[in-house]
């Protein structure tokens, strides 16, 4: 498994993770993957996984990095610090190494939430502060927010068939030494890998590489520097795979031919703009996504 470092600390993380979304695998595969250096487990309050996921690292507490969500609800101190304690309980740990603001809340001020996350570090219940569907200037006023800490991470929506990101905040990331968690990086099922890939490329590539699909579409994701994947994987067998998509390269002329061969999505500022302010609007109302 390669390593990377978050965000400009000297804390590694595996190029792999594991996401727990909709995860249904029990203790078994995330073991398997810690046993094979996949030891950043990603999941968020809102996910229904943090008591698996505890449940899970018993007893490995100090090999794996466990890295949760607040959900936008709870941005303002109080509702945020009873969160950190609910997670806390449920992961059966006494701290978080990440914790990530899971979406932007333009309800309630970045510099309330953000002096909430550096009381979390002051009192050794968070190591790191990351934040997850960031733009550019969201990570920016985030930064600006606080006072003694850096944004160490941000997790976004990337893979070879959505890679809006790379328009803007994949570059800021690189400069600001921001480290890119890419969620979703199997496009959310194989299946629709394969159907962003009318001409069969990626077989053929994983193939060139004595490797499967899953691990050619991990790979094109963390040959980028500063980046790591997270696949959720709820199988044994799925998580292995996962694993072996790192400590090999493919090819650059591979790189290149999925980058250009593969149908993706790039949404527009304009699009992404109209999608903030739904948000913001939904938020306003009272409710949050
Ligand atoms: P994903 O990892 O792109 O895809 C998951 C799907 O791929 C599942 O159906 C899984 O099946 C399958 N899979 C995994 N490994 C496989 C393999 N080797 N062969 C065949 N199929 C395989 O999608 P995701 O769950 O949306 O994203 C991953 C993680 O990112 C989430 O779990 C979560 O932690 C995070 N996430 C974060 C946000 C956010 O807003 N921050 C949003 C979405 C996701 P099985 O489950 O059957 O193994």
Known sequence: MEWKNLGKS??????????TWNYTGGVEPIREGIERGAFLIDTAESYGTEEVVGAAIR???DRVLVATKVSPRNFRPRDLAAAAERSLRRLRTDWIDLYQLHWPNYTVPIVETMAAMESLIDEGK??????????VWELQEAQAALSNCRIVSNQVHYSLIERSIEQDVFHYCQQAGITVIAYSPLGK???RLRQHD???????????????VP???LNWVIAKNNVIAIPKASTVEHVVEDCGASGWRLA????????????????????????RWARHAFQLSGRHL
Request: net charge positive.
């Open 10 to 19: 000297q804390v590694l993380l595996p190029a792999i993770g594991l996401g």
């Open 126 to 135: 968070v190591r790191f502060i990351g934040v997850s569907n960031f733009s």
């Open 59 to 61: 007893g490995l507490r």
């Open 198 to 212: 009318p001409k069969g490329v990626l077989p053929q590539v994983a193939s060139r590489s004595g490797k499967t």
């Open 189 to 191: 099922q194989l299946s």
């Open 215 to 217: 691990q050619a579409a």
């Open 252 to 275: 650059e002329a591979d790189m290149e031919l999925l980058k250009t061969q593969i149908r993706y999505r790039h949404r527009g500022r304009l699009e992404r703009f109209a999608q």
